[in-house]
Every structure is written in structure tokens, then in C-alpha cells.
């Protein structure tokens, strides 16, 4: 006699149901982004108005060998995608940098957030709000051209 | 030992006595005297009185500084909206400050920037709708120039141009290191606290704000 592993058909049908459901929620944190060993996680952006600036916070992790590089960013967002860091200068001044390049050594996480590291989108296309999606673009030396999306929000854990 | 004795009269004199011979006690005694003494009335770090500047909100009003603002606490940030990280950082502070407050303190929450050539009422009011932030009881401030330098020197918030960049189309952007900075000021228009801005957890504003209110 043989007999099946496979769930009653019957049974099928609800689950596939609620499988598609849960798929359509929108407010999900996205997957985390993951190729060639970087982990692209937690992405967020602020929201901003037209022709304004927004900044792009994630975490990336290069889990296995060899480190990668951060060489930049793109996104039709904005006219203008730039890797910046904010730092405080010398004289107590809270500054902000242009950044040419991000190395991600192996087996560790570097953390875009606020105060520091940061995707900076210059001169919004449209206003971006709570609810919005940013469809951004990483560029690593190793792993090549990475697609993420950016949920926009107003704090990163609101 | 003989304990420490501070009898206190039942008439208008107040008589210490200190028969110790332990010197430590004696320092701890007095220490807690000038506690006392500093803690009993409001000592602010400035008085803002003096000052009577025009500006104009984010819905093209007229405000003075800081007359209008007189009666109650006010919190003030300082911005330019060319700066998505660190200002971001100090305006949403001052909306978790609010809603910290159970959105019911009676209190002013002012962003005032020192980018008053870019930073037209226009501007700042899309920047507050950005922050769900263009309603009562916050107010975004710019003014002339000259109004503006006045304000800010007084305020102690400086500023210099970082660096600029170019978009595609060829459009000079600038960037400016500036003063982290978040001030309490009371009804009577005196600096109560002068924090760092973006860094400075919200329980703190919440905590100083409180027995103003």
C-alpha cells in the first residue's frame, strides 16, 4: 500500500487562501534583500516633499568570504543619489560628508543610521510619504547591482 | 559623637550649631545647604526678554520673538530643510516630546531656520506636512536674513557652508555644518536648558518640560 505525505486536498485550499492574503499586506517589513553573501536589512527612509532631501537608513552584513564594497547608490526618486555621513567637526559643528565608498568587511554588519552613514536622496521627483515604497538601488563591487525597496516611515520603529 | 544640631528658632533667626569634630559630615552638611539654596527658585541661563524679532511662520503670519510666544514654555529647534539626518533627527524629537506629553502639554514647539534664503514659509511648510507637523501647536520660523543672524547669535547656533554639489541638470546645491541644538525656554521668555539636539533621548525634553507646563 502507499500511502501519500501529501495534506487532503481540502485542507489545501484554506491554506493557499491565507497564504495569498497574507501576501497582499502591504505595511510587511520587506524581506531582507540577500545575494552572493550581503544582507541588505531594516531599510527605511524618511519622508520628504517634492524637490527635498530624504536620507535612506538599512543594515548591511556581509556573511561570508570575501568583504564587499559599497561603491553607491541610484533611484529615480530623486536627482541625486549620494552616500553621506554625518560627523561632528572640530569646532562642535554637526557636519555632513560626501562618502565615495563603503567597505563591508566579512562576517560584519555596517549600519546606515541615523547620526551617521546614510543614502541621501538631493532633490526629490515627488513627495514621499508614510506608507510609500522607494525602489533603490545598490551598487557593491562584488555583488553587483542589488534592488531594494524602501518602506518610508516617519521614525525607524515608530 | 554628638549628632549634628541645627535647632531652628520659632522667630526670625536661625541659630547653627556644629559640634562635630568630623570634618566630612560638616562638608556634607553645608554641601546639602547649597543644594538646597539653588534649588529653591528658578536660575536660568538667559533672558531672551530684550529681544523683540520679526519672523514668519510657515503660513506666511508675522510672529515676534518673543512676545508672542510669552505665557507659555516653548521648545525651539534649530533647522535647515536642506538637511534630511541630523535636523530630521531634531524636528522628530520635538514631535515625540509632544506626543510624549500626551499631546496635551500647553507648550510651544518652535523649528526656526538658519537657512532663511532657501527656507521660504513655502518650504517649511512642506517640510512640517512631511512631519505630519503643519498644525498647532508647532510653528516653523524663517525671517530676513538680517533677522535671522541676529537670532542665531544670540542663540549661539552657528553655521558654514560644508561643501555644494551639482545635480544633472546642473543645479548648485550647499550644505552646511551647523549647532546641534535644542533650547527650553520658560513662560517669562528665560533659557531654562540648552541641550544637543538630536541626540538628547526625549524623556529628557519631556522630563524639564513637565513643571513648566
Same mark, same amino acid.
Given at each position: 500500500?502507499?500511502?501519500?505525505?501529501?495534506?487532503?486536498?481540502?485542507?489545501?485550499?484554506?491554506?493557499?487562501?491565507?497564504?495569498?492574503?497574507?501576501?497582499? #499586506?502591504?505595511?510587511?517589513?520587506?524581506?531582507?534583500?540577500?545575494?552572493?553573501?550581503?544582507?541588505?536589512?531594516?531599510? !527605511?527612509?524618511?519622508?520628504?516633499?517634492?524637490?527635498?532631501?530624504?536620507?535612506?537608513?538599512?543594515?548591511?552584513? #556581509?556573511?561570508? @568570504?570575501?568583504?564587499?564594497?559599497?561603491?553607491? &547608490?541610484?533611484?529615480?526618486?530623486?536627482?541625486?543619489?549620494?552616500?553621506?555621513?554625518?560627523?561632528? &567637526?572640530?569646532?562642535?559643528?554637526?557636519?555632513?560628508?560626501?562618502?565615495?565608498?563603503?567597505?563591508?568587511?566579512?562576517?560584519?554588519?555596517?549600519?546606515?543610521? #541615523?547620526?551617521?552613514?546614510?543614502?541621501?536622496?538631493?532633490?526629490?521627483? *515627488? &513627495?514621499?510619504?508614510?506608507?510609500?515604497?522607494?525602489?533603490?538601488?545598490? *551598487?557593491?563591487?562584488?555583488?553587483?547591482?542589488?534592488?531594494? #525597496?524602501?518602506?518610508?516611515?516617519? @521614525?525607524?520603529?515608530? | 559623637?554628638? =549628632?549634628?544640631?541645627? =535647632?531652628?528658632?520659632?522667630?526670625?533667626?536661625?541659630?547653627?550649631?556644629?559640634?562635630?569634630?568630623?570634618?566630612?559630615?560638616?562638608?556634607?552638611?553645608?554641601?546639602?545647604?547649597?543644594?538646597?539654596?539653588?534649588?529653591?527658585?528658578?536660575?536660568?541661563?538667559?533672558?531672551?526678554?530684550?529681544?523683540?524679532?520679526?519672523?514668519?511662520?510657515?503660513?506666511?503670519?508675522?510672529?515676534?520673538? =518673543?512676545?508672542?510666544?510669552?505665557?507659555?514654555?516653548?521648545?525651539?529647534?534649530?533647522?535647515?530643510?536642506?538637511?534630511?539626518?541630523?535636523?530630521?533627527?531634531?524636528?522628530?524629537?520635538?514631535?515625540?516630546? !509632544?506626543? %510624549?506629553?500626551? %499631546?496635551?502639554?500647553?507648550? *510651544?514647539?518652535?523649528?526656526?531656520?538658519?537657512?532663511?534664503?532657501?527656507?521660504?514659509?513655502?518650504?517649511? &511648510?512642506?517640510?512640517?506636512?512631511?512631519?505630519?507637523?503643519?498644525?498647532?501647536?508647532?510653528?516653523?520660523?524663517?525671517?530676513?536674513?538680517?533677522?535671522? %543672524?541676529?537670532?542665531?547669535?544670540?542663540?549661539?547656533?552657528?553655521?558654514?557652508?560644508?561643501?555644494?554639489? @551639482?545635480?544633472?541638470?546642473?543645479? %548648485?546645491?550647499?550644505?552646511?555644518?551647523?549647532?546641534?541644538?535644542?533650547?527650553?525656554?520658560?513662560? @517669562?521668555?528665560?533659557?531654562?536648558?540648552?541641550?544637543?539636539?538630536?541626540?538628547?533621548?526625549?524623556?529628557?525634553?519631556?522630563?524639564?518640560?513637565? =513643571?513648566?507646563?
Amino acid at each position: 500500500m502507499i500511502r501519500s505525505n501529501r495534506p487532503p486536498r481540502l485542507l489545501l485550499i484554506p491554506l493557499m487562501a491565507i497564504l495569498s492574503f497574507a501576501g497582499c #499586506q502591504s505595511d510587511e517589513e520587506p524581506s531582507p534583500v540577500e545575494s552572493d553573501g550581503i544582507h541588505i536589512e531594516n531599510p !527605511w527612509a524618511r519622508p520628504a516633499s517634492e524637490g527635498r532631501m530624504s536620507a535612506i537608513y538599512l543594515t548591511l552584513t #556581509q556573511y561570508g @568570504e570575501p568583504a564587499d564594497t559599497l561603491l553607491g &547608490a541610484s533611484s529615480d526618486i530623486a536627482h541625486l543619489v549620494e552616500i553621506h555621513e554625518s560627523y561632528e &567637526a572640530d569646532d562642535g559643528l554637526m557636519g555632513m560628508r560626501h562618502v565615495e565608498l563603503v567597505p563591508i568587511p566579512a562576517g560584519e554588519s555596517i549600519h546606515l543610521e #541615523q547620526g551617521g552613514l546614510h543614502i541621501m536622496l538631493i532633490q526629490l521627483q *515627488h &513627495a514621499v510619504s508614510s506608507g510609500d515604497q522607494i525602489e533603490l538601488t545598490l *551598487h557593491f563591487a562584488r555583488a553587483g547591482d542589488l534592488p531594494v #525597496q524602501v518602506p518610508v516611515k516617519t @521614525e525607524e520603529n515608530p | 559623637m554628638n =549628632p549634628t544640631m541645627i =535647632p531652628l528658632s520659632p522667630h526670625k533667626s536661625v541659630r547653627f550649631r556644629f559640634n562635630m569634630a568630623n570634618g566630612h559630615l560638616r562638608i556634607c552638611v553645608l554641601l546639602l545647604l547649597v543644594i538646597g539654596l539653588t534649588s529653591c527658585g528658578p536660575d536660568r541661563m538667559d533672558d531672551y526678554s530684550d529681544l523683540s524679532i520679526k519672523l514668519t511662520n510657515q503660513n506666511g503670519e508675522t510672529v515676534q520673538f =518673543p512676545e508672542d510666544f510669552r505665557g507659555k514654555p516653548v521648545m525651539v529647534g534649530f533647522i535647515y530643510t536642506h538637511c534630511p539626518d541630523i535636523c530630521s533627527f531634531i524636528t522628530a524629537n520635538l514631535y515625540k516630546t !509632544w506626543q %510624549e506629553l500626551d %499631546e496635551t502639554g500647553d507648550a *510651544h514647539f518652535l523649528l526656526i531656520t538658519f537657512d532663511p534664503e532657501r527656507d521660504t514659509p513655502d518650504i517649511l &511648510a512642506s517640510y512640517a506636512d512631511s512631519f505630519n507637523m503643519n498644525r498647532a501647536p508647532f510653528q516653523f520660523l524663517t525671517g530676513s536674513p538680517e533677522n535671522i %543672524e541676529r537670532l542665531m547669535e544670540r542663540f549661539s547656533v552657528r553655521k558654514q557652508v560644508s561643501y555644494t554639489t @551639482e545635480t544633472e541638470e546642473g543645479n %548648485e546645491i550647499y550644505f552646511l555644518n551647523h549647532t546641534d541644538k535644542v533650547l527650553l525656554i520658560d513662560q @517669562e521668555s528665560r533659557l531654562v536648558m540648552d541641550y544637543g539636539g538630536s541626540m538628547t533621548p526625549v524623556h529628557i525634553f519631556k522630563t524639564d518640560l513637565e =513643571p513648566l507646563l
